[in-house]
């Protein structure tokens, strides 16, 4: 639970073992509030993901979901 105008972030760490390039894709009703750091990016090995939701002080309280769609292109 976030309430209005606070943040929450959680990591995601990603273990590769070949150079890839990675693109980060946020669908639902809560994609409006996820700040990703960076996307489309070429990842050699492991890197740490840091999102971060954010609601604004106007957000209407209720259930928000959505799904991060992580796609690894050669």
Known sequence: TIMPGL?????IQLNLDRKLRVNLK???NISQFIILPENNFIINN???????????LNSTKGTYIGI???TFLK
Do not use: D, Q, V
């Open 7 to 11: 943040s929450s972030n959680r990591e």
């Open 68 to 70: 991060l769609k992580i």
């Open 26 to 28: 946020i669908t639902g």
């Open 46 to 56: 492991t890197k740490t993901l840091k999102l971060t939701a954010k609601t604004p």
